[in-house]
């Protein structure tokens, strides 16, 4: 046995990130800017107060793509909620499509491998 734990701590453990694909009624550059200190790109939209001021350091929003229409992110729900993220995103143009994906599992079992 590699790992004995309830299924609730490993989905609390290990399914923090969540894969947003979106697929976008504006360009996705719309919604990016670049820092100048690192050079990555990041969301420029502004949350609900009581969740964020604002999502300039983009804390644990990872965009992991964005060409034409089509944006990809990479979101530590720990970190920061999906709903007001896709709400924010939905206040500055309107979505076509939107596709939300655990990590792979073999990512997931890399994972619990790496910690043992």
Same mark, same amino acid.
């Given at each position: 046995i590699i790992l004995d734990t309830p299924v609730a701590k490993m989905k609390r453990d290990y399914l923090k990130v969540k894969t947003v694909d +979106?697929? +976008?009624e504006e360009p996705a550059a719309t919604l990016l800017k670049t820092d100048d200190a690192s050079g990555e790109r990041r969301l420029s939209i502004r949350l609900p *107060? *009581? %969740?964020h001021e604002e999502l300039l350091a983009t804390e644990g929003i990872k965009v992991l793509k964005a060409k034409g229409h089509g +944006?990809? +992110? &990479? %979101?530590?729900? &720990?970190?920061?909620p999906l709903e007001p993220i896709i709400a924010a995103v939905m206040q500055h143009c309107h979505i076509l499509d939107m596709t939300i994906a655990d990590p792979p599992m073999e990512e997931i079992i890399a994972r619990i491998y790496g910690e043992i």
């Open positions: +979106l697929l +976008l *107060s *009581s %969740i +944006l990809k +992110l &990479a %979101i530590d729900t &720990a970190r920061c």
